[in-house]
C-alpha cells in the first residue's frame, strides 16, 4: 500500500508567477490537509478538503486555493507567488471515520526566485 | 491561544547516549498530543500519540510521556543511533469531534554525532 504521494517533488517558479501542486492520499483516506513549512520552523495549516469541500482553512491569503478530485486526491494552488511562498509544502491524508489521525507526505519543495 | 513550545531548540550527543526533549502547550480543548520525527526536507513520521488518559507511550527506543495536569509531555530516546539526527516535532490536536485542528511546534533539531 503506497503511502500518501505528492509531486513534483522540487520546482523553481519566479515571482508572479502561478503553481499547482498535487497530493495523492493513501488508500482508505477521505481527507486530505495541506500545511507550508518555512526553513527551520513548524509546519503552518493551510485548509483540509473533506468531500471535495474545503472543511477549514487557515490564516492564509485568497492567493492559496485548493480541490480535492472523486477519488479523494487533491491540488494546491497558489497564485502570484511571492518570495515568502517558497517553503516545504505538506500533504496529510487522513483514514476514513479516524479524524484525529494524519499521514504526511514526502513534501513538495518549492522555490521563488 | 493555542500553543506549543519545545525545548531545547537544538540538541548534540554522542551516539549511544539518551536524551530527553520537553513540550509544554496550551490548546484547548486537548484532544491528542503527537511526537514526530521528521528528516530535512522530508514529510513527518508519527512517533507516538497519546491521549488525555494515557501518560506514557513506548515505540522501540522512542518512549513518550504526558502530564495532562501540568501540560507537559517528553521524548526521550534511548541508545541514540546516528539516524535519530533529525527535527523531533511535538503536535497536539485540538477539537473534539469531526476537525481537529493540530497545533505544531517549532521542534527540536537533534543531532547524533559519531
Known amino acids: 500500500d503506497a503511502g500518501v504521494t505528492q509531486s513534483p517533488t522540487h520546482l523553481i517558479k519566479t515571482r508572479g508567477q502561478q503553481v499547482t501542486l498535487r497530493c495523492s492520499p493513501k488508500?482508505?483516506?477521505?481527507?486530505v490537509s495541506w500545511y507550508q513549512q518555512a526553513l527551520g520552523q513548524g509546519p503552518q495549516f493551510i485548509f483540509q478538503?473533506?468531500?471535495?469541500?474545503?472543511?477549514q482553512r487557515g490564516n492564509f491569503p485568497d492567493r492559496f486555493s485548493g480541490h480535492q478530485f472523486p477519488n479523494y486526491s487533491s491540488e494546491l494552488n497558489v497564485n502570484a507567488l511571492l518570495l515568502g511562498d517558497s517553503a516545504l509544502y505538506l500533504c496529510?491524508?487522513?483514514?476514513?471515520?479516524?479524524?484525529?489521525?494524519?499521514?504526511f507526505g514526502p513534501g513538495t519543495r518549492l522555490t521563488v526566485t | 491561544k493555542n500553543q506549543v513550545e519545545q525545548s531545547p531548540q537544538s540538541l548534540i550527543i554522542l551516539e549511544g547516549k539518551n536524551c530527553t526533549l520537553q513540550?509544554?502547550?496550551?490548546?484547548?480543548?486537548?484532544?491528542?498530543l503527537r511526537w514526530y520525527k521528521q528528516d530535512t526536507g522530508r514529510g513527518p513520521v508519527s512517533l507516538t500519540i497519546?491521549?488525555?488518559?494515557?501518560n506514557t507511550k513506548s515505540n522501540g527506543r522512542y518512549t513518550a510521556t504526558l502530564d495532562a495536569d501540568t501540560k507537559q509531555s517528553s521524548l526521550h530516546i534511548t541508545a541514540s543511533q546516528l539516524s535519530d539526527s533529525a527535527s523531533y516535532i511535538c503536535?497536539?490536536?485540538?477539537?473534539?469531534?469531526?476537525?481537529?485542528?493540530?497545533?505544531f511546534g517549532t521542534g527540536t533539531r537533534l543531532l547524533v554525532s559519531p
Open positions: 513540550c509544554n502547550y496550551t490548546v484547548s480543548p486537548f484532544s491528542n
Open positions: 488508500s482508505g483516506h477521505d481527507t
Open positions: 496529510a491524508s487522513t483514514p476514513r471515520g479516524v479524524s484525529y489521525e494524519q499521514y
Open positions: 497519546m491521549t488525555f488518559s494515557e
Open positions: 503536535v497536539v490536536s485540538a477539537g473534539n469531534t469531526g476537525f481537529q485542528k493540530l497545533v
Open positions: 478538503y473533506y468531500e471535495e469541500e474545503e472543511r
